[in-house]
């Protein structure tokens, strides 16, 4: 039994709706019809020609992806333009693309969340909450007891390593770390993705460590300098865990299964040389 688009963009919406998105984020149905019945959907953080091949030989008819693949207006859809491309192949194909981008960054569903959970993080919220509503970037919480700074790092590439189905088993050479092995940690602050713009705010909340991606240098010398660890995991397996997470919201929706979701197993970091 098939499902509309429509259906499974509300059932994402309900956790992450669009509303929440900022202002230069392009969220949402991107290409396809909303009235369109559908019966398998793959799942992924990034669109690359990989994942959309995986998607045309498992013949998913929607990709479920963390990242839009249109943030500015398109100009032309001509062959040349390499901006248009994807668009291109996916209306060829007849696939159609959703993206949940910084509205699920902010819900309960985010990877700042789920790996919170699985830290055992509690007195957990958000890092920087919205000022009305109930959403936020990142989390910062407790661990149960302090711990030395080596075994939380251990913690947090065992889990990630748990990953593998969203291939975030990232090379150790991947991670950097500043601080010493051996400092204390109890107050955790997680940001999933380019968290290094919130030194400051875990600073200023008292978070012994940060653990986020795409932290730059006068960042990492900033928290150094502070006495705060951060442990810089990289851009995609700091977001890679929602897209389980994500999967495990929708199976668990009953208005939805019948439908069979699949996570992209073409995903994988920039980094990693293929």
Avoid at 23 to 49: C, F, H, Q, Y
Avoid at 165 to 170: E, S, W
Avoid at 204 to 222: C, M
Wanted: aromatic content about 6%.
């Amino acid at each position: 039994m098939s499902v509309s688009i429509g259906l499974i963009a509300q059932t994402i919406e309900k956790i992450a709706p669009k509303s929440w998105a900022e202002e230069w984020d392009n969220v949402g149905l991107l290409v396809g019809d909303v009235s369109t019945k559908i019966e398998r959907v793959l799942l992924t953080l990034d669109a690359s020609p990989e994942v959309l091949k995986e998607a045309n030989e498992q013949k998913a008819q929607l990709i479920i992806a963390h990242h839009p693949i249109i943030f500015k207006p398109l100009k032309n859809l001509r062959s040349d333009n390499q901006a248009a491309q994807m668009p291109i192949e996916l209306l060829k194909r007849g696939i159609a693309y959703y993206a949940a981008h910084t509205n699920l960054d902010q819900s309960m569903y985010s990877s700042s969340q789920t790996l919170g959970r699985a830290l055992e993080l509690s007195k957990m919220e958000f890092l920087a909450p919205h000022m009305t509503e109930d959403r936020g970037y990142g989390v910062i919480g407790y661990l149960p007891t302090n711990e030395p700074l080596e075994r939380v790092v251990g913690k947090v590439k065992a889990f990630l390593k748990t990953q593998t189905r969203v291939h975030a088993d990232i090379p150790e050479q991947l991670y950097r770390l500043t601080g010493r092995a051996q400092q204390n940690v109890r107050k955790i602050a997680i940001v999933n993705g380019s968290g290094g713009s919130f030194i400051p705010k875990a600073l200023f909340k008292g978070a012994d460590l940060l653990i986020t991606g795409d932290v730059d240098h006068h960042g990492a010398l900033d928290a150094r300098e502070a006495g705060m660890a951060v442990l810089d995991i990289g851009h995609f397996a700091s977001e890679a865990p929602m897209i389980s997470t994500l999967e495990e919201y929708l199976r668990a929706e009953k208005n939805l299964a019948s439908l069979d979701i699949l996570i992209s197993h073409s995903m994988h970091s920039p980094w990693i040389c293929s």
